[in-house]
């Protein structure tokens, strides 16, 4: 087999390559395998089915697999998983917004480096834009932690403190 097509194969198995036990959900989801998450939230990653995304933002939660894993590991009830699921949802729109911007930045950003002369106030026109950006995603992200925060007891935020203390999920 070639080896960029072990990669991907690896890459793309069940629990990212881990198929014959080695890791469990906590493991396969910290490592990224399961689409990343706006918690580990790397994004653009592997086998996420567009639910990660692995951009500078810390990627999306997404919604199908992240989901199930809080809904198990929280032990959360139907109307406290359609409404994370909702807050969940709000967080991947935005940050697929912000993965735009970034681009669109860049893009601008590389026509100022292609440019005879440098014009530094576009420059700083499209970095400012790409801040800006990163700013709305960090206050989407804390208003969706305060949301979560009033959603879930307190035996459930003690065990989604304790996720995201052990690297299980990260933010």
């Known amino acids: 087999m070639h080896p960029g097509m072990l990669a991907w194969w690896h890459a793309h198995r069940p629990h990212g390559g881990c198929g014959n036990g080695e890791c469990g959900p906590e493991a396969a989801f910290a490592q990224g395998h399961h689409g990343g998450g706006p918690w580990g939230w790397r994004g653009g990653g592997g086998g996420g089915g567009g639910q990660g995304g692995g951009d500078e933002f810390g990627a999306g939660f997404g919604v199908r697999r992240p989901l199930r894993f809080l809904a ?17 949802n709000e967080l991947k729109t935005e940050r697929a917004q912000a993965a735009v911007d970034h681009r669109r930045t860049t893009s601008a950003l590389a026509d100022v480096v292609a440019a005879d002369t440098f014009d530094a106030e576009r420059a700083k026109a499209a970095a400012g834009d790409r801040v800006k950006s990163a700013q709305l995603v960090e206050t989407m992200v804390t208003a969706a932690l305060g949301r979560i925060h009033a959603l879930l007891r307190p035996e459930q935020r003690a065990k989604l403190a304790y996720l995201l203390r052990t690297g299980a999920l990260s933010m």
């Not at 198990?72 to 969940?88: R, V």
Request: hydrophobic share 55%; no cysteine; aromatic share 6%.
């Open 72 to 88: 198990f590991k929280l032990d959360l009830d139907d109307s406290q998983t359609t409404a994370l699921a909702a807050i969940l």
